[in-house]
């Protein structure tokens, strides 16, 4: 039987991953909006950074896909201020949003009481969310971040439901995403973490093959159980490197550990076109698996 080590999940200051709101903390943002999206609800195109509104900046502007309205993020690395809330006000009539983002670690109470009064009083189709940034870690593992909604438009749950036409939360339509994908492909050997699959590389058990999938995309990437640093990959793969990427493609530069990461258009909300996800993801799934095995396992 495998021993099964627990660690314990401890909370990091924001600024132990991003220094900097503007030049760290939105450039990795405008980079992984799709990370907010998901949790929001919202499919987001990036439209630009640092936006000029009079003499002010709004940090990041992004267009829903869905309906084609202006979404306005504006970014703290510490607990709300007045400030900010007084920007966010200018930015809304200066750029035309009608849907405001608002993400810090804490949140005033005052503040978020404006969030709802906002909620509660302007007209049908504006929206104002409260997202709480948090970064995670268990043990040494690598920074994760967290966004937890605390405050979003009344009915907002049930306005999801009627543009999706599903009655459940993107969490539970990821669940049956994940049954289907195993009852299709009942000898794939995926272990479950979280909202990911994935496999182990036999030549290789530090090494892992990860499926993981969101509201418009379906992918896979390799991930390590040791890597703690992009040098770390590379002296994984050590003289096999050239081997790897000529059978995966690149390597990939990505903030959260993981190389030859891919992707493919899908769509979560709709289950019709999960059978051409899942056969995506298993072929890509044995191709990965094949490659590393046979060039890890090789020898040098």
């Known amino acids: 039987m495998t021993q099964i080590t627990f660690g314990r999940l401890s909370d990091l200051s924001p600024r132990e991953a991003w220094p900097h709101e503007a030049h760290s903390f939105t450039p990795w943002l405008a980079q992984n909006i799709d990370q907010l999206a998901e949790v929001i609800g919202i499919p987001l195109e990036l439209t630009g950074t640092e936006i000029a509104v009079e003499t ?3 940090d990041i502007l992004a267009r829903n896909a869905d309906d084609g ?3 306005l993020i504006e970014n703290q690395l510490e607990q709300t201020d007045h400030t900010h809330l007084g920007q966010i006000m200018t930015y809304l009539a200066g750029l035309d949003a009608q849907t405001v983002i608002w993400i810090a670690p804490r949140f005033r109470e005052p503040h978020l009481s ?4 906002l909620n509660a009083h302007t007209t049908e189709g504006f929206g104002f969310f409260a997202v709480r940034l948090r970064v995670v870690r268990i043990g040494d593992s690598p920074y994760a971040p967290v966004f937890e909604v605390v405050e979003k438009p009344s009915n907002w749950d049930r306005k999801l439901q009627r543009l999706t036409g599903w009655d459940r939360s993107p969490k ?4 049956e995403y994940w049954r289907t994908f195993d009852e299709r492909f009942p000898n794939s050997r995926l272990q479950e973490w979280g909202e990911y699959r994935f496999a182990y590389v036999d030549a290789d058990e530090d090494l892992f093959v990860s499926l993981f999938v969101n509201r418009d995309r ?3 990437c390799v991930g390590s159980e040791s890597a703690e640093n992009w040098e770390d990959f590379h002296r994984l793969f050590g003289g096999r490197l050239r081997q790897l990427v000529e059978r995966l493609g690149p ?9 030859f990461s891919r992707s493919a258009r899908g769509n979560l909300m709709n289950p019709e076109s999960w059978p051409e996800m899942h056969m995506w993801q298993h072929e890509q799934l044995q191709r ?7 060039v890890l396992g090789g020898e040098a």
């Open 56 to 58: 002010f900046a709004a």
């Open 69 to 71: 309205t202006v979404v």
């Open 114 to 117: 404006a969030i709802r009064w």
């Open 172 to 175: 539970e339509v990821r669940a």
């Open 218 to 220: 379906c992918g896979i």
């Open 251 to 259: 390597i990939g530069e990505r903030k959260d550990l993981t190389a």
């Open 288 to 294: 990965y698996l094949t490659a590393l095995n046979e």
